[in-house]
């Protein structure tokens, strides 16, 4: 299933405010921008992206990974 444009600029959107409070933001173990994330969404005809958030002491994000969970599992891409 393919998410529709709104979804993505929500997406954008969300992923733009974690990154000026500061937040890194990775995927597959590479830091990357909203707009990286974004793409790899897009242009992923197959797989599934989990997020991982890395949570302080205090429990506020000091960070959130994307990993291809299809790949990590060692399914083909």
């Known amino acids: ?3 529709d444009e709104t979804v ?3 997406l954008f959107t969300e ?3 974690y990154e000026q409070k500061g937040i890194d933001i990775s995927i597959d173990g590479y ?3 909203p707009l990286q994330i974004v ?3 897009m242009t ?3 797989g599934t992206y989990m997020r991982d958030y890395v949570l302080s002491r205090e429990g506020n994000i000091e960070a959130l990974a994307f990993t291809d969970i299809n ?3 060692g399914n083909t891409p």
């Open 1 to 3: 299933m393919k998410m």
């Open 8 to 10: 993505y600029r929500e």
């Open 15 to 17: 992923l733009e405010n």
């Open 31 to 33: 830091r990357a921008s």
């Open 39 to 41: 793409t790899a969404y």
């Open 44 to 46: 992923k005809e197959e």
């Open 71 to 73: 790949h990590q599992a």
